[in-house]
């Protein structure tokens, strides 16, 4: 059911349908009667709520600028217990004899805060971690405490990644080494005779079965990564060879990031279900299948196997994996694994969003019929004709206006480029030009079937908001491969939004932009948003970022990583700043890219110096020159107010 939409009878309720936030925000974003978009970190309709303006009001008193990447820590804390308590449901209902271990994907969000979080709230669940490097092996042992808990070690391993594992082996933490390539097999072998260490091994089987999506190219026969099911047979000898086959514990394969069909994750679940029933006949201990990555976050709020979003439920997941896993292996007769899922994207997206104010609006000003200007007899034809197809405009020949409109325009511009236009006279044309473009706009909303080719003038009339944040820096996957994120105004949601905007960072490069946004039916160009008002800031957040996209950022203009502010939300409502971690600074963005700050104050130095022998400037200017360049280089690479 949709409302309809006036001005007199805006409210909340029509502003939660506009953005969708009950349909992406799984419970824990709402729009409250206030106007202001509340967490409810305890996702549940009734649950305490928190207002964003009001945790913004508190990080301005702290004198945190934005934009700040606020993370909620209960979100994080509750995604790993629905993850758990989903997956016991279904075994439990089931009657599955395995368990279920979880484990983060490190490359997900490495960021030591976020990792340290992970293991304090996944204690409970034995929740492990999973890493692809020797520096993610690093930040992993950093949190070893639990025994029971999973390393997952993929990627191409050498000596010294494998050394570090069989060290973590003997000191009775269970590290898996995930084959990827079979020549991997030969070290880990050589490497565990030396330091007579009997290794937990896992094989990656490349599957048949493929997903669709941006980031599924892991799946499928032609994977980079993996051992084909002729591959893993031979390891299977070497290691019978060699006296190791208990040591083959694991099979695992990922099916790629974000698989939004759930007919995909169960066909590769069978598939690997069976190649690890035929592993168990050749005599391999076993004992773990690993599932990989795959569980999708819906970011529009569609449910549909569109690929931004999902079409099943986190319950739906865990029971046809866990049936599909069962019906397989009892048909072979094969005991029940634990099953390891190395869910990353779906356990920590909800849990950040990025927080920015907009700093200036562009409009197309001209337009309005009321300031049509004065067209003299003499003024150019084009402008004329121009005139003449605006005061002939029906509904009936929109589309001919838009043409005609769109021709005398281009018209004009090419005589204008020969010297045979003067300024003044292409700028009267120019306003001819938006006022028909405006009246078809308008118009066209009354039309019973609207010429599909004017869906674009809605964009060209679209204003332009300028956010403070860089799309490089904060949500890369926007800009490099079209990946949508909910984004709606925090506050003012009991007004109606009356502009239609899209939104432009401050890096004025024309690939900082998000134009996608959410809409109830589908995508849009432009979303909804309030006029700015005068000595009053406006807050715009992008939800659902905590995947992925800190550290795929660049520093495209030397912009660099924004404030981080983490709060932890009490049963009562009541939240605390538990930490806060300061943006890179200017100096701090100058030394990634190799230059010296403390050099280029001395150049500045210099520079005043000979300002002051020249007799420019005194030398207690001096003093406030240098205050203010070493300030600059200690300040925040944003819009600072
Ligand atoms: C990237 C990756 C993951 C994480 O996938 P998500 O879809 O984010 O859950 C898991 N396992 C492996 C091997 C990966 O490369």
Not at 107 to 134: D, P, W
Not at 240 to 248: G, N, T, Y
Not at 456 to 478: C, T, W
Request: glycine content about 8%; hydrophobic content about 35%; charged content about 25%.
């Amino acid at each position: 059911m949709t409302r309809k939409r006036t001005l007199q009878r805006w409210n909340t309720e029509d502003a939660a349908e506009l953005y969708g936030i009950r349909n992406w925000g799984a419970g824990y974003f709402d729009v409250a009667e206030t106007g202001d978009v509340v967490i409810r970190p305890f996702g549940n309709k009734n649950s305490v709520g928190v207002s964003i303006p009001q945790v913004i009001e508190g990080m301005r008193q702290r004198g945190l600028d934005m934009p700040v990447l606020l993370r909620v820590e209960n979100i994080l804390d509750s995604q790993i217990s629905l993850l758990h308590k989903s997956f016991r449901k279904a075994i439990t209902s089931l009657g599955y004899n395995g368990e279920y271990r979880g484990v983060f994907p490190i490359k997900v969000n490495q960021q030591q805060q976020v990792i340290e979080t992970i293991a304090k709230f996944g204690s409970r669940y034995h929740h492990g971690l999973e890493v692809g490097s020797k520096a993610e092996l690093f930040a992993a042992m950093s949190q070893l405490r639990d025994k029971e808990a999973c390393l997952i070690c993929n990627g191409y391993k050498d000596e010294e990644f494998i050394d570090l594992g069989l060290f973590i082996t003997r000191m009775g933490y269970k590290c898996f080494f995930v084959v990827e390539m079979p020549r991997e097999l030969d070290l880990i072998i050589q490497r565990a005779k030396h330091m007579g260490v009997r290794p937990y091994i896992g094989m990656r089987a490349k599957l048949a079965s493929k997903a669709n999506g941006h980031w599924t190219d892991s799946g499928g026969d032609r994977s980079t990564f993996g051992l084909t099911a002729t591959q893993i047979v031979d390891a299977v000898d070497t290691l019978r060879e060699k006296d190791m086959l208990d040591c083959f514990r694991l099979l695992h394969y990922h099916l790629g990031s974000q698989v939004s069909n759930i007919r995909d994750i169960r066909k590769a679940v069978m598939e690997a279900s069976r190649m690890y029933a035929g592993l168990v006949k050749e005599g391999a201990t076993m004992g773990y299948l690993d599932l990989g990555g795959g569980l999708a976050v819906d970011y529009d709020g569609s449910r549909t196997n569109y690929i931004s979003s999902r079409n099943y439920s986190l319950d739906e997941y865990c029971s046809d994996v866990v049936e599909a896993v069962m019906a397989t292996l009892d048909e072979s007769g094969a005991p029940h694994p634990h099953i390891i899922t190395e869910s990353g994207r779906a356990t920590v997206a909800y849990y950040s969003l990025l927080l920015f104010n907009v700093l200036d609006v562009s409009r197309i000003e001209s337009g309005d019929e009321k300031d049509l200007p004065e067209v003299a007899e003499d003024a150019p034809e084009a402008t004329r004709n121009m005139l003449q197809a605006l005061q002939g405009m029906t509904l009936r020949n929109l589309q001919e206006s838009y043409n005609d409109a769109i021709y005398y325009r281009d018209e004009i511009r090419q005589q204008f480029l020969h010297g045979k236009v003067s300024l003044r006279e292409r700028t009267v044309a120019d306003r001819i030009f938006w006022t028909m473009i405006k009246r078809i706009a308008q118009e066209k909303t009354r039309a019973p079937h609207p010429p599909k080719d004017l869906a674009e003038i809605d964009l060209a009339l679209a204003d332009i908001y300028y956010g403070n944040f860089s799309v490089f820096q904060s949500l890369p996957d926007s800009w490099a491969i079209g990946q949508m994120f909910p984004v709606m105004p925090v506050h003012r949601l009991d007004e109606c939004p009356t502009r239609q905007a899209i939104l432009s960072d401050i890096t004025c490069d024309s690939d900082g932009r998000i134009q996608t946004f959410i809409a109830p039916h589908g995508v849009k160009n432009t979303l909804d948003v309030h006029p700015l008002k005068e000595g009053e800031e406006y807050y715009l957040a992008v939800f659902l970022v905590g995947a992925y996209q800190e550290t795929l950022g660049d520093l495209h203009n030397l912009l660099g990583d924004t404030n981080v502010v983490s709060i932890r939300v009490n049963e009562d409502g009541t939240y605390e700043f538990v930490r806060e971690i300061p943006g890179d600074s200017v100096a701090d963005v100058l030394s990634y890219v190799e230059y010296d700050p403390r050099r280029i104050v001395e150049d500045l130095r210099k520079l005043a110096e000979n300002a002051v022998q020249e007799g420019h400037i005194t030398p207690t200017e001096r003093f406030a020159l240098m205050q203010a360049f070493e300030d600059g280089m200690r300040g925040y690479t944003y819009y600072e107010r």
